[in-house]
């Protein structure tokens, strides 16, 4: 969907010109009232569930979340995808052409925030002609935008799903995505950020960012059943450079994956706006004042391996919700996954999801 | 406390309008009776993941929390009740959570088994922990690792300047007022801080 009219951002600067990509599931009941908006984080997209024609291994991000008969059940609710300006994956971004240089943005691609997210999917909304979501879902970046929608959008949700996200980044959060940061920008292939004329792409980079990355999504118990100390080969080889452990195998394999199909301005510009999002920053760093103005009713899932979005924070939240008097309901399922678990179909937190949804759909009659 | 009959009799305790946290909600039985007759609101507090799931089948506000870690995410007097049923003899910090749920409530309700009722008395002089329908545990089973009386409750609320407003006991679905404990197998205590 394309826009014409420039989208102002938190920055000062606008986003002209520029269009997103979006996938919806299921249908718009007459009401106009059934729909929810899924929310992704940093490597998803708007390709939310199911699969495209032909490709039977082209699942969507949370194919085991959403989908017919599924906890966000497509026959019951409109769900809708929407890519983020500044991502990759359709929607514009900083591979795509300035209409005011015509080159690649690049490094010039303005710096957006969740603000802005939530600004540029609401435009989206208002397009489809819905003015009140069922409800906003997201885990992580996506469970920032959620908890954003609330505070800027007060009257277009029923409900926020939050799961596994923080009211902001903690010194040691910021610290992980600017060691991956640096490991782009110091990439030779990265040019400042304008490798497209190069024709080249920081994948050692890319790489390294999402090896650190995985790192932080993983528990250390998580890690330990899956590789522990087992070796690629039958014993040690006295090489310093060689893979020798399971864990840089399976690493180096991700890193690998990721550099093929994630561009590096982009992990730059998602990284920043995690680092920027901080609701209670406008508020003296009073969460409880930054509530204030939410009206939906809440719905917070933490998972006690998390270590990147540990319980506290999202306690954190609840605390600042129940303050206000707030509906909410917070679960903390015990799951050994770590920050990866919002992804995974742990059943209890599935059972909760899916009872939620039922909530949910009885009250919009879906 | 899921005997229907009890949680009406302490649902009677709780002005209607009330915003009320529920220490130990269970399955949220009776925040959604308090919401259903009495046009309460309010949440519980629950560490179970399977009552977890069943308040919110009930619609009722729940919030997964393990009570030994205390109540630091509510304020002071931010309740208008705070009801700990049949929750305080699981508890090992008993005393610290009566503080907290005197501080977090302008109003607490509690209740717990009697330990003194007359037939755990009988079993008691006759030699062996008693095994009764509200104490159905074996001594070296039991969750229940604080077990008192009606009477130690009134000294215990004392020691902590608590003033208490309302005390009787229930047995079989019936209020006991006189000699609750020694008749009754519950005890229900609604108090405040003077």
């Known amino acids: 969907m394309h826009f014409a009219e420039p989208l102002p951002l938190k920055s000062g600067a606008a986003l002209r010109d520029y269009t997103l990509v979006y996938e919806t599931y299921g249908t718009l009941n007459a009401a106009r009232d059934n729909a929810v908006l899924v929310c992704h984080a940093l490597n998803a997209s708007h390709h939310v569930a199911g699969t495209y024609d032909g490709q039977p291994k082209s699942e969507g991000w949370w194919d085991n979340l959403v989908g017919p008969g599924k906890p966000l059940d497509t026959t019951k609710f409109f769900v809708i995808g929407i890519n983020n300006p500044g991502s990759c994956f359709g929607s514009t971004g900083p591979m795509q052409v300035d209409p005011s240089t015509d080159q690649p943005y690049g490094a010039h691609f303005p710096v957006v925030t969740v603000e802005d997210w939530v600004d540029a999917q609401a435009r989206l909304l208002d397009r489809l002609g819905i003015t009140q979501l069922a409800a906003v879902l997201g885990g992580s970046l996506g469970g920032m935008q959620a908890l954003s929608w609330s505070l800027r959008h007060p009257d277009r949700l029923r409900h926020c799903i939050a799961v596994a996200t923080a009211p902001n980044l903690s010194a040691q959060n910021i610290a992980f995505n600017e060691v991956a940061r640096r490991a782009i920008v110091t990439d030779p292939d990265f040019h400042g950020g304008h490798f497209y004329a190069y024709g080249t792409v920081p994948k050692r980079g890319l790489r390294v960012a999402r090896m650190i990355g995985h790192i932080t999504y993983l528990s250390d118990d998580s890690m330990e059943a899956k590789f522990g100390r087992s070796l690629k080969g039958e014993a040690f080889g006295y090489s310093t450079q060689d893979i020798e452990f399971e864990i840089e195998s399976y690493l180096r394999y991700q890193g690998d994956k990721f550099s093929d199909y994630f561009d590096a301005n982009t992990y730059l510009l998602i990284t920043r706006a995690l680092d920027y999002f901080d609701p209670a920053g406008e508020h003296g760093g009073d969460l409880t004042a930054a509530f204030a103005k939410a009206r939906c009713k809440f719905q917070l899932v933490s998972f006690t391996t998390d270590w990147r979005f540990s319980p506290a924070r999202s306690r954190e939240i609840v605390k600042a919700l129940l303050d206000n008097h707030l509906s909410v309901s917070y679960a903390e399922i015990d799951a050994p996954h770590g920050h990866d678990a919002f992804l995974l179909d742990d059943s209890r937190y599935h059972a909760l999801l899916k009872q939620r949804f039922a909530n949910i759909a009885a009250e919009v009659r879906a | ?194």
């Open chain 2, 1 to 194: 406390m899921s005997d229907r009959k009890d949680i009406e009799l302490i649902a009677d305790l709780v002005p209607p309008g009330s915003r009320v946290l529920d220490l130990g909600c269970g399955t949220g039985e009776l925040l959604a009776h308090l919401r259903d007759t009495r046009q309460c609101t309010g949440y519980g507090i629950e560490i179970d993941d399977a009552n977890v799931l069943a308040c919110t089948q009930r619609g009722v506000d729940v919030i997964q929390l393990n009570l030994e870690d205390g109540l630091a995410i509510f304020e002071d007097q931010s309740f208008d009740v705070v009801l700990q049923l049949s929750t305080l003899q699981h508890l090992r910090n008993t005393e610290r959570m009566l503080q907290e749920t005197a501080r977090v409530g302008r109003v607490g309700i509690v209740s717990f088994p009697n330990f003194a009722h007359w037939p755990n008395r009988l079993q008691i002089a006759a030699g062996r922990m008693p095994v009764t329908r509200v104490l159905p545990y074996q001594w070296y089973d039991t969750p229940n690792i604080r077990v008192g009386t009606f009477k130690d409750f009134e000294v215990l609320a004392g020691k902590n300047g608590l003033r208490v407003r309302e005390a009787f006991g229930i047995q079989g679905g019936r209020v006991v007022r006189t000699f609750p404990n020694l008749l009754a197998s519950v005890a229900v205590f609604k108090f405040d801080r003077g």
